[in-house]
């Protein structure tokens, strides 16, 4: 990857609701995103419950195309509702199929960063956990300048769940444009080493 790369995110939003404030969130970062940003958001409501019976028949079709998402991106953008101080069960639920995926591309060494919507804390202790559970798999995860959004005060989200407030969205319109850079200060280091490898071994 260098400076001209064009980079490939995977929005994935936690809440299942037709007009969720987490997939408005998203929707507003597809047009918020630098030029050389492109943000594809999947959808995880078809996938089961995670079950090592099932996983040992087979990925279900929903699985397999969550990870072959997440390994054809190159970095990752959460957005997480807050319920009962942690994450959504659908977007753990997500994690834990991903993080069954040891292939190259996979949550190991994947960047990644929170963003959400909820809430009087406006999911600040949902993010925490959803950290905690990235780290476990090798994601490594963007924590600041973080975008915390309470979704219940007056006009932030339209009926629809877009995002219409215009300070929200250059909140999120910066933590994307430091997202960008993070991502090429965190690859260009490992370029630099696989290359040296690369060298070594045909010396």
């Known amino acids: 990857m260098n400076s001209d790369t064009h980079l490939q995110v995977l929005g994935i939003s936690g809440s299942l609701r037709i007009a969720s404030f987490n997939s408005g969130l998203l929707r507003a ?8 940003m492109e943000i594809t958001i999947f959808d995880i409501k078809e996938l089961p419950l995670y079950n090592g019976d099932v996983e040992a ?3 279900p079709s929903s699985v397999i195309a969550l990870k072959s998402a997440i390994r054809d991106a190159d970095a990752i953008l959460f957005a997480t509702p807050e319920y009962n101080w942690g994450t959504s069960g659908a977007l753990k639920n997500a994690i834990d199929w991903a993080s ?19 809430g009087r804390a406006g999911t600040g202790r949902a993010q925490m956990q959803l950290q905690l559970n990235l780290a476990e798999t090798g994601s490594v995860v963007m924590v600041k ?3 915390l959004v309470q979704a219940f005060a007056p006009q932030q989200f339209d009926s629809e769940g877009n995002l219409i407030d215009k300070q929200t969205k250059e909140l999120l319109r910066k933590h994307l444009d430091e997202f960008t850079k993070w991502i090429f200060q965190l690859v260009r280091p490992r370029e630099f080493v696989r290359h040296a490898c690369e060298m070594d071994t045909s010396a």
Request: proline content about 9%.
């Open 29 to 36: 970062a597809q047009e918020l995103a630098p030029d050389r």
């Open 57 to 59: 028949q087979g990925d």
């Open 100 to 118: 069954r995926d040891r292939q190259e591309g996979s949550l190991m060494g994947k960047p990644s960063t929170i963003i959400g919507a909820g």
């Open 145 to 147: 300048p973080g975008v």
